[in-house]
């Protein structure tokens, strides 16, 4: 059965710099696109990063571009979030998830209703 666990969530001061874990089990990972989400309370789940799995494209929401980088090590079933200079605005529950159809991103690669597989967050805290 396919499971993704993410870990690597903390408190950090801004300007500080995290990385976030996503294990999958169960899942063939080199066959899918797959994406990071954070979601605020009282805020919808955003949309951070995506990240193709044949050619390695990535895309990224604009409140990050520049500060995180998404990655995949195919050999441990694991995606990567890099995060740098981060921000009070970045505070959130952060997730990953597989796309349900395809090994690339999609043009809008934002919806979540187009994502398997969620795990169950990890907490990512930044003071003002």
């Known amino acids: 059965q396919e499971k993704f666990v993410e870990t690597g969530g903390a408190l950090v001061q801004p300007g500080g710099s995290l990385t976030l874990s996503c294990k999958t089990s169960?899942?063939?990972?080199?066959?899918?696109?797959t994406a990071w989400f954070r979601q605020a309370p009282g805020l919808e789940r955003e949309a951070i990063s995506c990240?193709?799995?044949?050619?390695?494209?990535?895309s990224y929401s604009d409140s990050v571009k520049g500060r995180f980088t998404i990655s995949r090590d195919d050999a441990k079933d694991t995606v990567y979030l890099q995060m740098h200079n981060l921000k009070p605005e970045d505070a959130g529950i952060y997730y990953c998830?597989?796309?349900?159809?395809?090994?690339?991103?999609?043009?809008?690669?934002?919806?979540?209703?187009?994502?398997?597989?969620w795990g169950q967050g990890t907490q990512v805290t930044v003071p003002a």
């Open positions: 990240l193709s799995s044949n050619n390695g494209n990535a």
């Open positions: 998830a597989a796309e349900k159809w395809y090994w690339y991103c999609r043009q809008d690669w934002t919806r979540p209703s187009d994502y398997i597989y």
């Open positions: 169960g899942f063939e990972l080199p066959n899918w696109a």
